[in-house]
């Protein structure tokens, strides 16, 4: 065969395949998508209707998009039904949704339009919710601002990501004053006279008596008739930790799919009409998404403003809660608070406690377990990568450490630094694709993508079931004495010595190996443990080589709100 008919040949041959890959991404898409469709079904957050209830639920997706549609949804389904139950009480889907429809008429009212940004600072409660659907409902670009911000974080974050105007708690009036939106301010929550804690600021100060108007005296002169449509559909951006670093704003527009949802929906049993707690912030990406679940559902969100042990687990008795959302040391703290109350609340209702947001480790997950039964089911994700795999109890009971098989529609390959797949078994860089993408930082740049998949930071690997372990991050593997070492295996380890509350490590120079872990402990009530045992600990359940340094001492570990470890000031901390 002459080169001049290989040529035709080859051609059609190429196009043969692309065409065969990308047949097979869009029969993978759709299979995925129907599975996702009819796990919603099954949960209750999607059911048949009345065509004109259909068609009104379609008419609000086109006004205001998929954030901004929600509450309208449930006030069509169950006007009387209770959407959330807060320090100040009860509130009905009927009046979340007058609530926000008040809301967004009043925005625009003050000049916000369509892709204009809204930044909200406030902690958990029904003014949270009020001013997200609020601000979608006029499809502004909704800025999560983060509650423990400083004055010159909140305003060098508004500013960069454009924010016209800010909604925050009154706690925050010192720390807002630096910012001056162009369309101004509004008070999310006033200061109530009957919660006398209210009025203090984060650092004991008295809040200074901010006139900005608040979101109910608003609602109460504006109309609560349905908005005209939006300019634009409503997008979120909700800031990365900032653990190591300034934290960015992660972009993310309502996905045209079904994933965010349907994915959880296949591997955890939500079910609709059902009480979610909800202790993890809303401004994070995991008490977001729960929020978002629970409204889908037409569930009842009991929120707090400060994450009580106590409270939560009362919470859990009085109203017959079904799920918890929690990131691990709430969860730590609320099983602490359990093993010294009595008599013991009745936790019977619980079915799911969900854990995300940082490690949740073998030893919190075998404990867990064995005092709350198998009811833990554990995300890994992150604010860039969304999530990529769930355990379940019958993971997790194959080994505690896992954080489980990928979840239907996601792909997550380990690589080397090359790019390569690693062997079953073989720590490697973990890469994670979905169909809602990490659209990059609003302040420019991105995450690094190999072959449509996200770095999503960490390092990890998977066992011969398919489940998926995290080692730790990539950027904090140490090379002691030749050997890799990732601090989040000794960090499991010492936290699980029984007189150990928490512990955490991060690499150090050292002479003799090259480098070496800093341990820092918490220890027990009472406990008598020194550093000398520490260690002895660690090198008989672990490689010399991952014997830490030194090991520091300390009341308790910095955390930001979602509880992650801030390591930053950990580094910077002197040591005597």
């Not at 809660?321 to 619980?350: H, Y």
Request: hydrophobic share 40%; charged share 25%.
């Amino acid at each position: 065969m002459s080169k001049l008919t290989e040529l035709p040949l080859l051609a059609v041959t190429k196009a043969q395949q692309t065409l065969g890959k990308a047949a097979g991404k869009y029969w993978e898409r759709g299979s995925a998508e129907l599975h996702y469709a009819r796990k919603m079904f099954e949960a209750g957050a999607l059911k048949l209707e009345p065509p004109q209830d259909i068609a009104a639920f379609v008419a609000d997706m086109r006004r205001w998009g998929e954030i901004g549609m929600i509450s309208a949804l449930n006030a069509r389904r169950y006007p009387d039904f209770l959407a959330v139950i807060d320090d100040d009480g009860e509130m009905t889907f009927k009046q979340l949704d007058d609530a926000a429809n008040a809301t967004a008429n009043g925005l625009l009212a003050k000049g916000v339009k369509g892709g204009d940004g809204v930044a909200v600072l406030a902690r958990n409660h029904r003014w949270f919710l009020v001013a997200i659907f609020g601000a979608a409902k006029v499809g502004a670009r909704i800025i999560l601002l983060n509650s423990e911000f400083s004055s010159p974080q909140i305003k060098e974050v508004s500013e960069r990501e454009g924010a016209k105007i800010i909604i925050y708690d009154d706690e925050y009036t010192v720390a807002v004053t630096q910012a001056d939106p162009e369309l101004g301010k509004l008070r999310a929550l006033g200061i109530n006279p009957d919660r006398a804690e209210l009025s203090a600021v984060a650092d004991g100060e008295e809040a200074s008596g901010s006139t900005d108007e608040t979101l109910e005296q608003l609602i109460a002169r504006t109309n609560a008739t349905p908005p005209p449509r939006a300019g634009k559909h409503s997008s979120i951006i909700i800031l990365t930790s900032g653990t190591t670093g300034t934290p960015k704003g992660a972009n993310r527009s309502a996905p045209p799919s079904l994933a965010p949802i349907g994915g959880v929906l296949s591997s955890v049993p939500f079910k609709a009409n059902e009480v979610t707690s909800l202790p993890a912030p809303m401004f994070h990406a995991l008490g977001f998404l729960h929020a978002t679940i629970a409204m889908m559902l037409g569930s009842t969100l009991v929120l707090r403003r400060r994450f009580k042990p106590a409270t939560v687990l009362a919470d859990i008795e009085k109203h017959r809660a079904t799920a918890i959302v929690v990131v691990p040391v709430m969860l730590s703290r609320m099983l602490d608070e359990l093993d010294k109350t009595t008599p013991k609340p009745d936790l019977s209702s619980l079915r799911i406690v969900f854990v995300s947001g940082s490690q949740l480790g073998a030893e919190l997950a075998t404990r867990a377990m064995r005092e709350l039964g198998p009811v833990i089911y554990n995300l890994y994700g992150s604010t860039e990568v969304a999530f990529a795999t769930i355990a379940g109890p019958q993971h997790l009971s194959i080994n505690p450490a896992t954080v489980g098989p990928v979840v239907k529609g996601m792909k997550v390959r380990i690589l080397d630094d090359n790019g390569n797949d690693v062997p079953r078994g073989d720590v490697g860089r973990i890469f994670v694709g979905n169909f809602f993408p990490f659209e990059g930082y609003t302040g420019g740049g991105g995450k690094q993508i190999i072959d449509g998949l996200l770095s999503s930071g960490d390092v990890g690997y998977f066992d011969d079931n398919g489940l998926l372990y995290v080692s730790g991050r990539d950027d904090e593997m140490i090379v002691s004495g030749g050997e890799n070492v990732f601090p989040a295996e000794v960090e499991d380890l010492v936290s699980g010595h029984p007189e150990v509350v928490e512990a955490t490590a991060l690499g150090v120079e050292d002479e003799d190996w090259g480098a070496r872990l800093r341990c820092f402990v918490v220890k027990a009530e009472g406990a008598t443990i020194d550093e000398e045992a520490i260690k002895t600990y660690v090198k008989e359940n672990l490689a010399r080589y991952k014997v830490p340094r030194e090991v520091i001492f300390l009341d308790e570990l910095p955390r930001n709100p979602t509880g992650k470890v801030l390591k930053r000031e950990l580094r910077e901390m002197k040591i005597d």
